[in-house]
């Protein structure tokens, strides 16, 4: 194993430590936790709009926080869900009077312990919602989960509940807001080679240097298919089908497209994929009004990439996907 790391079990407070006094005018850590919040000193009042999740997929989920997307993210260990008190203090920490939002992964851990901590809110008298991602549309069941997994969908989510937020929604609208873009949301991806966990020290799964697999999970969950390795326009061939069927048809329908690499994939690889995406969902008579690319929600070093269709059904979506956000993690270069 060879990592740019010192003790693996500090791993987590060392790269939460880097990480906020690397931007301390976006970021700060709660005393006692690994939760990054807001340090941008805007405390506009609004509802706080908070998740996280094992850490592993960076820059997902603090380097969304900022104005337009989360007040605050929980660092959990690596590929494991933080705490239901450690959820709890992101709640405290992001609640202004108007309530908390939870965006949540499907991921079993990760429902259960967001779930606790909403619980503990409010007991506490803070009103809290919560969605769950569920966008993986490649498997259900996996491991670690109970229907689909929640993946690099995730921040298209967070960008659109963010920017509702920061205009004023409510709690209870920004919920049944949330729903209604992850029902649009579908991803699925492709690995090429695994990741290894630092404290594991070995590769989550195995795969010859010649192979694929399709569906991969962002923890090295099992996939639908194996095969040899094929060429980028093929890759596309086979994602495209299943989002295809999954949409029942892609003609006529307007979309946010996202190529998202899962940590050892360089841009120049993504930037070729995602031209055969853009020339096949052209083929398919798909209509894309918002493109990204670029390694959004990771898997420590696994190569692949995910591909994210999310339907626009409403246009309010895309304003919302337009808008800033100042966050380290986002970027503003994704105007069509």
């Known amino acids: 194993m060879k990592k740019i790391i010192n003790n693996p079990s500090d791993i987590i407070p060392e790269m939460v430590n880097g990480l906020v006094r690397s931007y301390p005018n976006y ?3 709660i005393e006692g936790t690994y939760v990054v919040a807001r340090n941008d000193g805007d405390k506009k009042k609004k509802v706080g709009i908070v998740s996280g999740g094992g850490s592993g997929h960076e820059p997902l989920h603090a380097g969304f926080v900022g104005k337009g997307m989360l007040d605050a993210a929980v660092c959990g260990q690596v590929f494991t869900s933080p705490t239901p008190d450690e959820v709890l203090a992101a709640i405290k920490e992001s609640d202004q009077g108007m309530g908390v939002l939870l965006i949540v992964k499907n991921y079993s851990g990760d429902v259960m312990n967001f779930d606790i901590a909403k619980d503990m809110a409010e007991m506490e008298d803070i009103k ?17 989960t109970q229907g ?4 690099a969908g995730t921040i298209l989510v967070e960008k659109i509940i963010g920017s509702a937020a920061e205009n004023g929604m409510s709690l209870e609208d920004l919920a049944t807001l949330g729903k209604k873009v992850i029902e649009q949301t579908k991803t699925i991806g ?13 590769p989550g799964f195995e795969i010859a240097d010649d192979e694929i697999e399709y569906g991969v999970g962002i923890h090295g969950e099992p996939g639908y298919k194996r095969e040899k390795l094929v060429e980028s326009k093929k890759l596309v061939e086979e994602l495209i089908t299943k989002l295809d069927a999954s949409y029942d048809g892609l003609s006529g329908k307007k979309f946010a497209v996202l190529t998202n690499g899962l940590g050892a994939t360089p841009l120049m690889e993504q930037y070729v994929f995602m031209n055969d995406v853009l020339n096949k969902l052209e083929e398919k008579k798909a209509n894309v009004l918002f493109t990204k690319v670029g390694s959004y929600v990771t898997s420590l070093e696994m190569a692949g990439v995910s591909l994210t269709l999310l339907e626009l059904t409403d246009d309010e979506w895309l304003k919302e996907l337009n808008d800033s956000a100042n966050t380290i993690g986002w970027g503003d270069t994704n105007v069509r």
């Open 148 to 151: 689909k997994r929640g993946v």
């Open 27 to 29: 970021l700060k850590q």
């Open 190 to 202: 492709v690995a090429l080679k695994p990741a290894t966990v630092p404290e594991v020290g070995k």
């Open 128 to 144: 809290v919602e919560q969605v769950i991602v569920d966008d993986d549309i490649a498997v259900e069941d996996s491991t670690y």
